[in-house]
């Protein structure tokens, strides 16, 4: 995979057209000539590695934004769709949606939102479209990285002067001077089935006694972005253009927790303090008085152009196995995309080791190779001898970029590696001993002579 071609037109004619450039204009800022660019942006020739630093030189350009632009997610993301039963006759192989990404990246792209706006194939088109996809596909477009927020979210924690101290009290004290808006934590039997309320009648927030002082911050927090961030969050929704009322506040529901986030851990402090600690995550909890699931999903957003953070995916599941979040920024992680998971992942086993962080090195069938992190979550308000929830969050960065992590001491980033797949159904490794199904498309092989290391034996390629 290491020599593998890179062809990359989409991504390319997309930096083109933001700049607003013509392609001779754009060809002799790169010192190549106009018709090699148009061969480029055609996928008939392969992004080069001096035209690559040439681009990120000229326009600031991420070179990892390649992959995350890729017209349906990439390979990944078309193979993950073609797992879906519907296509399981086609036997469609890898060299074939190569061809197709290479040849026709718009009729790659049209598939994919048909197949999303489908409901996987399953037929839900009748019912309209999923909102958790809507903005799923909103927040992927952006990279989970907004600019505007962080720029608004950083200013308003420098004016609250929340470098240190009770972040609970200066944000209490800012809502109650300056909104007239005063905070009141409630005993469970006034607010037994709710954490946060907003009462405008008697101008006060009201918070559940069972929050935690991280999770209270936070819930101020929110409150504060809904009043302070208006105009940029606003921007933002009204620029995603949804048609679904329920996605629009779903949308506005994340854009207020990554304000409310960004004022916890202002950008330009958080990044210092995570390349100095190693992106140490307990050490930036107490440093910041956040949350394990805060500071993960806010290490996914570090995108600034010039001040960029390591490429963080995160992934939040239960004991099921079912993804409730999702946030792969730039790392463009397959792992994140995708709907099966592989039990060699060791996600599921931080259940059984809970308030502990399971670290492994893991390698996909691909050749990514990942350094990953699990932890059991909690969310607020269980009480005792009630029926509670518990979940693992997930995430990782490849391990090519994990040597200044902290959890990365002692371990050897180029040597041996879990191999892992996207689930049974979309993994093609044919010698492993935890396959519980085929690959779809791959017809079953069975042979009474034979007993093999996997139980399950397929045709290959």
């Known amino acids: 995979m290491a020599d593998r071609k890179l062809f990359a037109g989409h991504a390319v004619r997309r930096l083109r057209r933001h700049a607003a450039l013509t392609q001779a204009a754009m060809a002799e800022t790169l010192a190549i000539s106009p018709s090699y660019l148009n061969l480029v942006e055609r996928n008939q020739r392969p992004l080069s590695a001096q035209l690559l630093v040439k681009l990120a030189e000229s326009f600031d350009f991420d070179p990892r934004a390649l992959a995350a632009n890729e017209p349906g997610g990439g390979e990944a993301g078309i193979r993950r ?71 608004a ?38 607010m037994p089935d709710m954490l946060r309320r907003l009462d405008l009648h008697a101008r006060q927030l009201q918070l559940s006694e069972l929050l935690d002082p991280a999770s209270r911050a ?44 960004a004022v916890m ?8 303090a995570c390349e100095a600690t190693g992106y140490d995550i307990e050490l930036l909890q107490r440093r910041f008085g956040a949350g394990f699931e805060q500071v993960a999903h806010r290490l996914t957003t570090l995108q600034r152009v010039g001040a960029r953070g390591l490429p963080f995916f995160m992934v ?17 992680a397959a792992l994140v995309e995708a709907d099966g998971r592989c039990p060699l992942w060791r996600l599921h086993h931080a259940f059984e080791r809970p308030g502990s962080l399971t670290v492994q090195l893991v390698e996909l069938q691909e050749g990514g190779r ?87 034996s397929f045709a290959g390629d």
């Open 81 to 151: 769709r073609l797992a879906d039963p519907m296509f399981a006759d086609l036997e469609i192989d890898r060299n074939e949606i190569e061809e197709w990404l290479a040849g026709a990246p718009g009729g790659v792209e049209a598939f994919a939102r048909a197949f999303d706006r489908m409901g996987a194939g399953g037929g839900v088109a009748a019912e309209g479209p999923d909102p958790v996809a809507q903005v799923r596909r909103e927040i992927d477009h952006w990279r989970n990285h907004f600019p505007d927020l962080d720029a």
């Open 153 to 190: 979210a950083e200013q308003l924690a420098d004016e609250m002067r929340l470098g240190a101290g009770d972040l609970y009290g200066a944000v209490a004290d800012r809502l109650r001077v300056k909104h007239q808006l005063s905070l009141r934590v409630l005993p469970v039997e006034v």
């Open 218 to 261: 936070f819930a101020a927090l929110f409150q504060l972005a809904q009043i302070e961030g208006r105009a940029e969050i606003d921007a933002l929704v009204v620029g995603a253009g949804f048609t679904d009322r329920a996605a629009e506040r779903l949308h506005r529901r994340h854009l207020c927790s990554y304000f409310a986030a």
């Open 265 to 272: 851990m202002p950008y330009a402090r958080f990044l210092r």
């Open 316 to 332: 939040r599941i239960d004991r099921a196995g079912q993804a409730s979040k999702r946030f792969s920024g730039a790392s463009n």
């Open 370 to 456: 990942w350094l990953t992190m699990a932890r059991t979550v909690t969310p607020q308000g269980r009480r005792y001898g009630a029926t509670g929830a518990e979940f693992v969050v997930g995430m990782g960065v490849e391990a090519s970029l994990a040597g200044a992590l902290a959890v990365a001491r002692g371990v050897d980033l180029a040597g041996e590696a879990t191999p892992i797949g996207l689930g049974c159904r979309a993994c093609l490794r044919p010698d492993c001993p935890q396959r519980s199904a085929p690959p779809t498309g791959r017809a079953l092989i069975v042979n009474e002579n034979e007993r093999r290391l996997s139980p399950i």
